[in-house]
């Protein structure tokens, strides 16, 4: 059971856009930033966004990222069939220090 | 570039001890910055933080797994390093070694290729 709860799979079609939850509490999402990561299979997860809505060079800006409360969201726009793959957030907590959600499986019907 | 890679046996025995080494190239864990950290995740299954090192020494663990992990690091070799005690079937995941953003960030990045560690009679 992860402390951060995400739904476990989405989908959507080529240029849709899409959204992946991710819901904590006051201990973690709710005071501390949230960063997204994205992993193929049979690959290491690679960091998305930081700093909630922050991109690392090379990261398209077809992916953003947003915090509001206990809550943080990843956002995909212009899906396109390369983008399937699991995505995990992840933030500090005040007690258990560094915590993941259980991912979601992204789907390009 | 920076980049990580593990290394250490892909099999262990119930009750022994995993020993894992990260080695970092294209950057010096001595000047940097930032923590590392080691991160392991069952196949299948999601993402679970072990425990950071910062290269002074500092270290923070996963309260859950503290009793039984120990990090260490080496910065004449450019390493840090990964013991879990008394493994059981439990233990059986990919191990990732991470550049750890903290204290200042929090995030992850990047990331080695992990290693899989099976741990079985």
């Known amino acids: 059971q992860s402390v951060l709860t995400q739904p476990p799979s989405a989908s959507g079609t080529p240029g849709q856009r899409v959204t992946i939850s991710c819901s904590g509490s006051s201990s973690n999402i709710g005071g501390t930033p949230v960063a997204w990561y994205q992993q193929f299979p049979g690959t290491a997860p690679k960091l998305l966004i930081y700093s909630n809505n922050q991109r690392p060079s090379g990261v398209p800006d077809r992916f953003s990222g947003s915090r509001s409360g206990t809550s943080a969201s990843l956002a995909i726009s212009g899906l396109q069939s390369d983008d399937e793959a699991n995505y995990f957030c992840g933030t500090w907590d005040v007690t258990l220090h560094v915590v993941f959600g259980g991912g979601t499986k992204l789907t390009v019907l | 570039q920076l980049q990580l890679r593990e290394s250490g046996p892909g099999l262990v025995k119930p009750s022994e001890t995993l020993s894992l080494t990260c080695t970092v190239s294209?950057?010096?864990?001595?000047?940097?910055?930032?923590?590392w950290g080691w991160i392991r995740q069952p196949p299948g299954k999601g993402l679970e933080w072990i425990a950071s090192i910062y290269s002074g020494g500092s270290t923070y663990y996963n309260p859950s797994l503290k009793s039984r992990v120990t990090i260490g690091v080496d910065v004449s070799k450019n390493q840090f390093s990964l013991r879990l005690y008394s493994v059981t079937a439990a233990d059986t995941a990919l191990y990732y070694c991470?550049?750890?953003?903290?204290?200042?960030?929090?995030?992850?990045?990047?990331w080695g290729q992990g290693t899989l560690v099976t741990v079985s009679s």
């Open positions: 991470a550049r750890d953003g903290r204290p200042i960030e929090n995030w992850f990045d990047p």
């Open positions: 294209g950057g010096s864990i001595s000047s940097s910055s930032y923590f």
